[in-house]
């Protein structure tokens, strides 16, 4: 599955039943230096929207939300002993949790790149 997208600059990517989510490289550029980032435990569950995590970088600290409900099964340890790797792959390597999605029908919402990509060009 491709990635989707939301407005507030996370994505997601399926692997098998797991979902993998990020900030997209839009928001990394946007934040500059990532200084910080706080993820949540595993078993934690959110639902859509929720606030999920804590980036921080030299000029802002903002909230990551959960794209789509469900519980996580893995956070990425380390983009927490690195920050900086999220300015480096924010796409890849610097995933932010891995999660068990509870209603499939939110990933199928959002926005394709196609329209990610529309949607920060008019922003």
Same mark, same amino acid.
């Given at each position: ?9 996370e ?13 997209? @490289?839009?928001? #990394?550029?946007?934040?500059?230096d ?5 993820? !949540?435990?595993?078993? *934690?569950? +959110? ?17 990551v ?9 893995? @956070?990425?340890? #380390? ?10 792959? !924010?796409?890849?390597? *610097?995933? +932010? ?27």
């Amino acid at each position: 599955m491709a990635m989707k997208y939301t407005k507030e600059h996370e994505w997601v990517r399926m692997d098998g039943a797991v979902a993998v989510i990020g900030i997209t @490289a839009h928001a #990394a550029e946007q934040l500059g230096d990532v200084v910080f980032v706080e993820l !949540p435990a595993q078993g *934690a569950k +959110f639902k859509q929207n929720a606030e999920m995590a804590v980036v921080e970088s030299v000029k802002a600290a903002s909230d990551v939300f959960a794209p789509i409900s469900g519980e996580i099964v893995e @956070a990425n340890q #380390a983009i927490v002993d690195d920050p900086s790797l999220v300015n480096g792959d !924010p796409m890849g390597a *610097a995933w +932010f949790v891995k999660m068990k999605p509870s209603n499939a029908g939110e990933i199928a919402a959002l926005m394709d790149e196609a329209q990610y990509r529309e949607f920060t060009e008019n922003a």
